[in-house]
């Protein structure tokens, strides 16, 4: 079994930044395409970004706008989102989620494992 624990959301002012971390465990973490999602109180569950393999192709949903980043190391087992720029429609619990297939992708179908969720709270 792939473990997958989320951290470092909190609560922030409109036009702050954050960094939310990843860490893998139990599996063959460079294997894995990896994604990041958010779900906010009384809607679906969306998609935010994800990172290939190697980390060498990351895709990104369009209400990102430039503003995040995510990135991955494998040597590490990690996979991390830095989040500019934000504003307070970006408040919602953020999960990480890894693909056994390898193919990251936009649909939370795809993936296979799944963090535990982290806040992140934007006020303005």
């Known amino acids: 079994q792939v473990q997958l624990v989320d951290s470092g959301g909190g609560s922030v002012q409109a036009g702050g930044s954050l960094r939310l971390s990843c860490a893998a465990s139990g599996g063959t973490f460079s294997s894995y395409g990896m994604g990041w999602f958010r779900q906010a109180p009384g809607k679906e569950r969306e998609f935010v970004a994800a990172?290939?393999?190697?980390?060498?192709?990351?895709f990104y949903a369009d209400f990102v706008q430039g503003r995040f980043t995510i990135s991955r190391d494998n040597a590490k087992n990690g996979m991390y989102l830095e989040m500019h720029s934000l504003k307070p429609e970006d408040t919602a619990v953020y999960y990480c989620?890894?693909?056994?297939?390898?193919?990251?992708?936009?649909?939370?179908?795809?993936?296979?494992?799944w963090g535990q969720g982290t806040q992140v709270t934007v006020s303005s």
């Open positions: 990172i290939s393999r190697s980390g060498g192709t990351a």
């Open positions: 989620a890894a693909d056994l297939s390898q193919y990251g992708s936009s649909n939370p179908n795809d993936y296979d494992y």
